[in-house]
């Protein structure tokens, strides 16, 4: 026992301790009530509490034989030290009025706890066993008032960093309980409509404090008939507010209607969409065309006439917009007229510089619409990074840059000749001519896969656009999951090849907790490819099924955010025509209607849309 590590020979055991203890306090009974309080132990501590027992003592003077050693056999959760007691200490010095520390020392403490009430004997006439007793006593009444106010953890941290990151911490939380939120942006009141949106969703939370059960258990009828409406390009009138939702036809079967879309292709075990980053989804899924390659190739012949036939249809304005997915970047087709342009237009999301010199030599003309906004808000100012490359793409053959690269072609041979001069031109290694290169497309690739890489391709050049497309191989995957798979081609209108789909709805309510108690709060998921003219429609119904009041959590495929970029040029279309042009595309005239107009939201998208008493407010 005696050669352990850390033995003390000295060590005694409870019943020893008790004994001396009892022993002591008989012989400092007669000397106690004799000293003052400013005689009080130096260690700073509760007058009369030793700083590592259990309980106080029976006189306040420590012994004379130096030091008191620490109790061994002292509970921890009884000291100062504790993490309770000194949370509870400093939430008593900033919750309590009048009471600036809960560590009286001698005299001192007595006056600052008789000061509340005057009334109290003075303290040099208390013996000071009373002197400790009514401190004790206020206190512990002020530390229970603070455990009501705020409740503390039962399993704090014994450890000494715990310990001392915890008193820093406990005033600030006590001082403040509700932690403040951070202010949000505010959001635009008071509009009957909201902006179109041309991202693609992913998912639609509606919540409301009505219930959704008229979204719920569609009958085989109301079923058949959204889908006859949907084929015939139906309009469903519904009137501004539904008392009883649940039992109208009309608003069931306009449900189904606007749940519709067409994909091509459809493969019924494999989610194809979204297509990037869909790796780890499609891993492990059937795929018996990624070893065949003329399984692969029927599958693109098959591909290459839908997409024929999708722009045939959007030439014709008979399908207003469709979107081409790949497992590297997304496109949007629009029909002339849309978001305000003069023509067809076409935006691609994200590219890299591959993909922009592949266009470049295939004749299209294109341009980064982002990198123009940036360079016209800042006309002669030095641009940093990637909006040289707007001139070097733009498929335009300026002059000037041209004569701009000669000189850069000169520069760079003639850049070492000062070298020469110096005679050190040996002893220098001269960059060789890739480096050089590199350096200069350092700022082209830094584009790669940003928003600021959105590339538009308007007028006849979508049709150059729709041959490169087609015949390119880096649209389809040569390995991994995605493998020998087509692009999935979306669009709101029929044509050949596609399947008929519809977007998933489930209606749920949870208990939501106010300040009276709880009440109901109804929700409506919808997920899916959830394409712009679903979002309207769907907004469309709840206003009228939720009596104008509901929210909307909108959760965008991030690629094609930077799709709400304004592709307009000095020539614009006027309403009425496009309107009139566009009246047999299938769309709802107001949904069209709004789609029309130019995009405001930029880069970004609607994170969140809300309705109340028929006003709409946003967050993008």
């Known amino acids: ?4 590590a850390g033995y003390s020979p000295s060590f005694k055991r409870p019943a020893e301790i008790m004994r001396l203890r009892r022993k002591r306090a008989r012989s400092e009974a007669g000397l106690g009530s004799g000293r003052s309080n400013s005689e009080s132990s130096p260690r700073g501590g509760l007058s009369g509490v030793r700083r590592f027992s259990p309980g106080p003592l029976r006189g306040s003077e420590s012994r004379a034989g130096g030091v008191k050693r620490r109790n061994p056999f002292a509970n921890i959760e009884n000291t100062y030290s504790s993490p309770r007691k000194r949370t509870t200490s400093e939430c008593v010095s900033e919750a309590v009025p009048g009471r600036v520390s809960v560590e009286p020392e001698g005299e001192n403490a007595t006056l600052r706890i008789l000061s509340r009430n005057p009334n109290r004997t003075k303290p040099e006439e208390l013996d000071p066993f009373t002197a400790r007793l009514l401190g004790a006593e206020a206190l512990s009444k002020d530390i229970k008032k603070v455990q009501e106010a705020c409740s503390l953890p039962e399993d704090e941290s014994l450890f000494e960093e715990d310990l001392s990151s915890e008193a820093q911490t406990a005033p600030s939380l006590i001082a403040s309980p509700r932690v403040p939120i951070p202010a949000l942006q505010e959001l635009p009141s008071g509009c009957t409509e909201f902006p179109a949106d041309w991202s693609l969703k992913t998912r639609l939370l509606f919540t409301s404090q009505l219930p959704f059960t008229w979204a719920e258990h569609l009958k085989a009828q109301e079923e058949a008939q959204g889908l006859s409406q949907h084929c015939r390009a139906a309009v469903s009138t519904l009137p501004h507010s539904i008392p009883e939702p649940r039992s109208s036809s009309e608003l069931r079967c306009a449900f189904q209607q606007s749940l519709v879309y067409w994909q091509h292709p459809s493969l019924p075990w494999l989610q194809l969409f979204p297509r990037i980053g869909a790796e780890r989804r499609l891993a492990g899924k059937c ?57 067809i237009t076409a935006l691609i999301s994200p590219t890299t510089r591959g993909l922009r010199e592949a266009m470049k030599m295939e004749g299209i003309e294109f341009t980064l619409p982002l990198l123009e906004e940036r360079k016209r808000r800042n006309p002669g100012g030095s641009e940093p990074s990637p909006d040289g490359e707007q001139e070097s793409e733009d498929g335009d053959g300026n002059p000037a840059q041209v004569n701009s690269d000669e000189d850069d072609d000169e520069d760079d041979d003639g ?16 960059p060789d001519t890739i480096s050089i290169k590199l350096c200069k497309e350092h700022s082209e690739v830094r584009l790669d896969h940003k928003p600021e890489s959105v590339v538009l391709v308007k007028g006849t050049n ?37 399947t008929m789909q519809t977007l998933k709805a489930r209606s749920s309510n949870v208990k939501m907790q106010v300040q009276t108690g709880y009440r109901d709060q109804f929700s409506l998921e919808i997920t899916g490819p959830v394409m712009p003219h679903s979002l309207h429609n769907l907004t469309l119904l709840l206003k009228s099924a939720q009596q104008g009041a509901f929210s909307t959590g909108l959760y965008t495929h991030e690629p094609t955010a930077v799709f709400n970029t304004d592709p307009r040029t000095q020539g614009e279309c006027t309403k009425e025509s496009v309107l ?41």
């Open 287 to 343: 795929a018996p065309w990624a070893q065949d390659e003329a399984l692969q190739q029927l599958l693109m012949s098959e591909w290459s006439v839908s997409f024929t036939s999708l722009y045939n249809l959007l030439r014709s304005r008979l399908c207003p917009y469709f979107y081409l997915c790949t497992y590297q970047f997304t496109v949007l087709f629009r029909a002339a007229g849309l978001a305000g342009s003069e023509g």
């Open 462 to 498: 979508t049709f150059t656009l729709l041959n490169f497309l087609i015949n390119c191989k880096s649209v389809v995957a040569a390995a991994g999951a995605q493998a020998g798979l087509p692009p999935t081609l979306l669009a709101p209108a029929a044509f050949r090849g596609a």
């Open 1 to 4: 026992m005696s050669e352990l």
């Open 415 to 430: 850049g070492f000749s000062w070298l020469e001069e110096m005679g050190v031109q040996d002893k220098i290694k001269k």
């Open 580 to 620: 009139q042009d566009l009246g047999g595309c299938g769309l709802h005239p107001e949904t069209l209607q709004k789609l029309v107009e130019p995009a405001v939201l930029g880069k970004s998208a609607l994170r969140q849309l809300d309705m109340n008493e028929y006003k709409y407010s946003w967050k993008s």
